[in-house]
């Protein structure tokens, strides 16, 4: 079974313009744009589900939440199933995670993983019916801490190793905020998740190259070999995805388990830009048997 996946912090659906002067509303152009990807999950972060201010202000915006309005084509067909997790609460509405599905969810559940009251965050889980099979989806958006990212991370695994079987096709995508790449080496030992962009785009860093370039020469000199020196554990690649001008920052993941990884992307360029400050990341996979 070949599927697409795609992760996209959408910013709300409001960006501000070139300047900066002020804020436009690019949820009708996202939606065209997202449905161009022929994707068939899409997990989104920083989904409205409502917003009285934006209601006011946005001529033709939206009257239902985000996530039901991404869900339909802009022909009004209703395209994919939605989800949404109710993250960060205010008086004027609330916002949080969503996913589209193309197949039927069987179920969701929504987490609060806040480590403080100043930054609200929660995980979606929805188990997905693909061919006969349950595959379980993790929408993610961590702390903007290191703290709070380890303990948010922390609570997704116990999650996962605690209620869900060893074996059972697992997909955990959305914005990791994880620049530095300090959450990869445990998600990938403890759940035995693969990376995308590591595994469609592999390079060994340059430290290692060079390593391996001195042991070669070393060998070729008939050095002795306790003056070997052993290879650096490879770090695992991610793709960079924001800010959507110039991606520099890697923020954005897909980790999956059970699946093969055909192809990964990251969408750039000016026409993204003007829709997020994050680039969204796509992945072609096929499910195991």
């Known amino acids: 079974m070949k599927l697409r996946v795609a992760t996209y912090n959408i910013h709300k659906g409001v960006i501000r313009d070139f300047f900066g002067f002020r804020r436009v509303s690019r949820i009708h152009e996202l939606r065209s744009r997202l449905h161009e990807l022929h994707a068939d999950l899409v997990f989104l972060q920083e989904v409205q ?18 996530d039901q309005f991404l869900a339909k084509s802009p022909t009004l067909k209703h395209t994919f199933e ?29 987490r609060d993983v806040s480590d403080h009251a100043l930054e609200k965050r929660g995980i979606l889980h929805c188990q997905i019916g ?3 099979r349950q595959v379980h989806c993790f929408v993610v958006h961590l702390g903007l801490l290191a703290r709070s990212r380890d303990r948010q991370a922390e609570f997704l695994m116990d999650w996962i190793e605690r ?20 959450l990869n080496d445990r998600l990938s030992e403890r759940l035995r998740l693969r990376e995308v ?19 070669d020469r070393l060998a070729d000199q008939a050095v002795g070999a306790e003056i070997l020196v052993s290879s650096p554990a490879r770090m695992v690649r991610t793709a960079r995805t924001f800010p959507a001008l110039v991606p520099w920052l890697r923020m954005d993941r897909i980790y999956t388990r059970g699946f093969t990884v ?17 680039s969204p990341l796509v992945a072609d996979l096929t499910l195991g048997p």
């Open 197 to 215: 962009f590591d595994v469609a785009r592999p390079r060994r860093p340059m430290a290692e190259r060079i390593v391996h370039f001195r042991r």
């Open 130 to 132: 693909i061919g006969g």
């Open 49 to 66: 589900g409502e917003h009285e201010h934006h209601a006011r202000r946005f001529a033709q915006w939206p009257v239902e939440p985000q």
């Open 262 to 278: 055909q192809h990964a992307n990251v969408l750039r360029g000016p026409a993204w830009a003007q829709l997020s400050d994050h």
């Open 163 to 182: 209620e869900l079987p060893a074996t059972a096709p697992l997909i955990v995508a959305g914005d990791f905020n994880d620049w530095r790449n300090r």
């Open 82 to 110: 939605s989800a949404y997790g109710r993250n960060a609460n205010y008086l004027h509405g609330h916002h949080g995670n969503a996913l589209l599905s193309r197949f039927p969810i069987l179920g969701l559940e929504n």
